[in-house]
C-alpha cells in the first residue's frame, strides 16, 4: 500500500479549505461541518485510488476499478475509470502536490496506454494482465479514447513534454473517425449516440487541436478543430425542450433523463459556456432529474434539512450492485450535483455576471423566489452573494448526503440503498473516490481541470 506523506496529507487538507482569491465575490461558506469533513475526506479518497493502482501481480500501470472480486467482480481496469482518476492525479501535480510514488504511478500508467493500444480502441476494459477482456460485453464504448486523450494531454502540458503524442494522436484519430457512430453509453447498457460521449469527444478535439499546433502537427490540428463543428450541432440535438435527454432518439429508459448528461458537462466542460456547469439548458436538466429523483428512493422520503436528495443513474435503474431488481442512489450522482453546483458558482464568478434563461428559471426559482427569466445577478451584489451561498448550502446537502452513507472510516462502495442508505455494491469504487475529490475540489472554488 502506497501511503501518503504528513506533508501532503496537511496540504490536501489546506487545499480543500481554502477559498479562492476572487476580487468581485467572496466564495461561498457554505456548510462549516462538510468543511471540517472535507478536510479529511479527500486525502482518504485520494489514498483509495493509489491503493488501487499497481496492485500486485497486474500489469504496470493497472487500476482496478474496485479490488472487489465476486458479486460483483469489478478487478478489472476500464478505459474511462482509469482516464477520470489518473486525471485526479495529474490535477494533484497541477495543484503542485506530487511525490515520487504518484510520479512512478503516473508514469506507469503511460505503460498500460501503449498495450491497451494494440487493440481496437472501444474495447471497454482490460484484466488485471493487461489484455483485453474477450468476454461478452457492451462494445464499443467511443468514450474511453477521448477521456484517456484529455488525461495524457494534461499530464504532458504540465510536465513541459509531449511524452504521450503518438497515443494521443491515436485516441483522437479514432474519436475523429467515430464520432457519429452508434455505440455504448457510460453505463453499457444502452446502444446509440449519447450526449456523454459527445461531449467529451468535443473536449478531447478542443485541447488536441491545441496540442498539435503546439507539437507542430498542423495536419492533426486541422482534423481535430475541423470535426468540433458537426460534433457541436449533434449535441444541440440533445435538448428536449426542458432538459438534455441522454442517448438520441432513445426515451424507453426514464424518459432520457439520466445523470450521464451532467457527468459530460463536467469532464466533457471545456469552459467556454457550451453544455457547462453554469449554462442554462444544464441547470435545467439538474431541476428535471432530482424531481424525478424525489420519488424514486424511499430513502428520498422526509428527509431532515441538513440532508440532499439521494441521486443514482436515471429513474427505473434495475441494477443494483450485485444484480438486477430495483436501482438504488450512486455515490457518483450525489457528488455530481455538488460538483455541478459548485462548478456553476466558479463559473458566473469568471464571467462577473449571470443572467435567468426561459430554460434556467426553475433552477434559480429554488434560491430565490423572486427569480424570472430575465434576472441578472451581477458578481458582488447582495442579490448575488445571496444566491450564491443558498446554492452553496445546497451543493453541501448533497455532500451530506454522501458523508452520512459511507463508511465512518472514509470507504465510499459503489451504491447506497434505496431503503435503509447503507452501502452496496463494490466496495472503494476508485470512480467513487475520484467523484469525491473533484467535488471536494468544485466546493473549494479550485474545480479539478
Known amino acids: 500500500m502506497k501511503a501518503l506523506t504528513l506533508t501532503t496529507v496537511a496540504y490536501l487538507a489546506s487545499v480543500v479549505l481554502a477559498a479562492p482569491l476572487d476580487k468581485r465575490a467572496t466564495w461561498p461558506t457554505g456548510n462549516a461541518t462538510i468543511a471540517a469533513w472535507a478536510a479529511k475526506q479527500k486525502p482518504i479518497s485520494l489514498q483509495m485510488i493509489l491503493n488501487n493502482i499497481n496492485l500486485p501481480n497486474t500489469a504496470p500501470g493497472f487500476l482496478a476499478a474496485s479490488q472487489c472480486t465476486s458479486d460483483p467482480n469489478y478487478y478489472f481496469s476500464w478505459v474511462r475509470d482509469s482516464a477520470l482518476s489518473f486525471r485526479v492525479l495529474v490535477n494533484e501535480q497541477v495543484n503542485g502536490n506530487s511525490d515520487s510514488a504518484l510520479a512512478s504511478d503516473l508514469t506507469s500508467y503511460l505503460s498500460f496506454v501503449e498495450k491497451s493500444q494494440t487493440v481496437n480502441l472501444g474495447e471497454p476494459k482490460f484484466n488485471p494482465d493487461g489484455g483485453v477482456?474477450?468476454?461478452?460485453?457492451?462494445?464499443?464504448?467511443?468514450?474511453?479514447?477521448a477521456e484517456r486523450a484529455t488525461t495524457l494531454m494534461l499530464y504532458d502540458k504540465h510536465n513541459g513534454n509531449s511524452a504521450s503524442k503518438s497515443y494521443v494522436y491515436k485516441d483522437l484519430d479514432y474519436v475523429v473517425s467515430t464520432y457519429s457512430d452508434s455505440c455504448f453509453d457510460l453505463w453499457e447498457e444502452v446502444q446509440g449516440v449519447h450526449f456523454f460521449t459527445l461531449m467529451v469527444m468535443r473536449r478531447a478535439l478542443i485541447?488536441?487541436?491545441?496540442?498539435a499546433k503546439n507539437n507542430g502537427d498542423s495536419s492533426n490540428a486541422s482534423s481535430y478543430s475541423s470535426t468540433v463543428s458537426s460534433i457541436e450541432s449533434l449535441i444541440?440535438?440533445?435538448?428536449?425542450?426542458?432538459?438534455?435527454?441522454?442517448?438520441k432518439d432513445y426515451t424507453s429508459k426514464s424518459n432520457g433523463l439520466d445523470v450521464a448528461v451532467l457527468l459530460g458537462a463536467i469532464h466533457g466542460g471545456n469552459a467556454d459556456g457550451f453544455y457547462t456547469a453554469g449554462s442554462?439548458?444544464?441547470?435545467?436538466?439538474?431541476?428535471?432529474?432530482?424531481?424525478?429523483?424525489?420519488?424514486?428512493?424511499?430513502?428520498?422520503?422526509?428527509?431532515?434539512?441538513?440532508?440532499?436528495?439521494?441521486?443514482?443513474?436515471?429513474?427505473?435503474?434495475?441494477?443494483?450492485?450485485?444484480?438486477?431488481?430495483?436501482?438504488?442512489?450512486?455515490?457518483?450522482g450525489t457528488n455530481t450535483f455538488a460538483e455541478i453546483y459548485y462548478r456553476a458558482i466558479s463559473e458566473w464568478n469568471a464571467a462577473g455576471t449571470v443572467s435567468v434563461t426561459d430554460a434556467s428559471a426553475s433552477f434559480f426559482k429554488q434560491f430565490d423566489s423572486s427569480a424570472a427569466s430575465g434576472t441578472?445577478?451581477?458578481?458582488?451584489?447582495?442579490?448575488?452573494?445571496?444566491l450564491i451561498e443558498n446554492i452553496a448550502n445546497a451543493a453541501?446537502?448533497?455532500?451530506?448526503?454522501?458523508?452520512?452513507?459511507?463508511?465512518?472510516?472514509?470507504?465510499?462502495?459503489?451504491?447506497?440503498?434505496?431503503?435503509?442508505?447503507?452501502?452496496?455494491?463494490?466496495?472503494?469504487?476508485?470512480?467513487?473516490?475520484?467523484?469525491t475529490i473533484t467535488a471536494l475540489l468544485a466546493k473549494a472554488g479550485n474545480p479539478a481541470v
Open 376 to 386: 441578472t445577478y451581477t458578481v458582488g451584489s447582495s442579490a448575488y452573494t445571496t
Open 207 to 211: 485541447q488536441g487541436a491545441e496540442y
Open 236 to 247: 444541440n440535438g440533445f435538448w428536449t425542450g426542458s432538459y438534455i435527454q441522454v442517448t
Open 133 to 145: 477482456f474477450t468476454g461478452p460485453w457492451g462494445r464499443p464504448q467511443n468514450d474511453g479514447p
Open 280 to 332: 442554462d439548458k444544464v441547470l435545467a436538466t439538474t431541476v428535471a432529474l432530482q424531481n424525478a429523483m424525489k420519488s424514486e428512493y424511499p430513502l428520498n422520503s422526509n428527509l431532515p434539512s441538513w440532508l440532499g436528495t439521494a441521486i443514482g443513474r436515471y429513474p427505473g435503474d434495475v441494477y443494483d450492485g450485485h444484480g438486477t431488481s430495483q436501482g438504488n442512489p450512486w455515490f457518483i
Open 396 to 435: 453541501d446537502q448533497f455532500l451530506s448526503t454522501v458523508h452520512y452513507h459511507q463508511n465512518g472510516n472514509g470507504s465510499i462502495s459503489e451504491q447506497y440503498n434505496r431503503q435503509n442508505g447503507y452501502m452496496q455494491g463494490a466496495y472503494d469504487l476508485t470512480w467513487s473516490h475520484a467523484s
